[in-house]
């Protein structure tokens, strides 16, 4: 049950610039939200599997808000995330091995099966855009204060959201045929991440 994983995630939504869920709302900017990660492992450990370099996304759907439950969601693992990487992988995310994680599965009610799609990840310098086969695409800008540091939120609501470094996601799109089509209003956020469990 043991794991470690150390990376970077991006999390667009389909909230404003400043997503109310982050401060403990139960509804979004739209009464509903869409919105998840894409999470980019740099190294990691899980159940003695190595899955340093994994790529994946969760994207998920919630009526009322992410803090609100209920979600439908959608597991993508990147082509070159081994059959026995995802078979670890895929239940951390889904909340059910401990953890940051484990929040997830008490606000995704539902999960749909895990799809496999190509992630790019086009790391600029002042801009990410992250492509999930022809499903969507991801755009994180980091936002700045008046002297150029980056824009933080700390201990925002659910325990992934610690230390989040905020962005602007506008241009982000969602289009699974499955769940709900949507474009971010413009909340986005980077974080690196240090996670165990």
């Known amino acids: 049950m043991a794991w470690h994983i150390v990376g970077t995630y991006y999390a667009p939504c389909s909230c404003k610039v400043g997503c109310p869920c982050m401060l403990g709302e139960m509804e979004g900017d739209q009464v509903w939200c869409s919105g998840g990660q894409w999470v980019h492992i740099g190294s990691g450990d899980v159940d003695g599997v190595d899955v340093g370099g994994a790529k994946l996304a969760w994207v998920a759907d919630w009526p009322k808000g992410f803090l609100g439950g209920e979600g439908v969601g959608r597991i993508y693992f990147d082509p070159a995330v081994s059959a026995a990487q995802r078979a670890t992988l895929e239940p951390l995310f889904k909340g059910q091995r401990g953890g940051v994680y484990e929040v997830v599965g008490q606000l995704v009610k539902q999960w749909l099966p895990t799809q496999e799609a190509p992630i790019d990840i086009q790391s600029g310098s002042d801009e990410?855009?992250?492509?999930?086969?022809?499903?969507?695409?991801?755009?994180a800008k980091p936002l700045r204060?008046?002297?150029?540091?980056?824009?933080?939120?700390?201990?925002?609501?659910?325990a992934f959201r610690n230390d989040i470094g905020l962005a602007?996601?506008?241009?982000?799109?969602?289009?699974?045929?499955?769940?709900?089509?949507?474009?971010?209003?413009?909340?986005?956020?980077i974080t690196e991440f240090d996670w165990s469990a």
């Open 128 to 139: 990410t855009r992250i492509t999930v086969g022809k499903i969507g695409v991801a755009f």
């Open 168 to 189: 602007n996601g506008k241009g982000t799109y969602w289009r699974d045929p499955d769940m709900r089509q949507w474009d971010s209003l413009g909340h986005a956020e």
């Open 145 to 158: 204060g008046a002297t150029g540091e980056l824009t933080r939120l700390l201990h925002g609501a659910a």
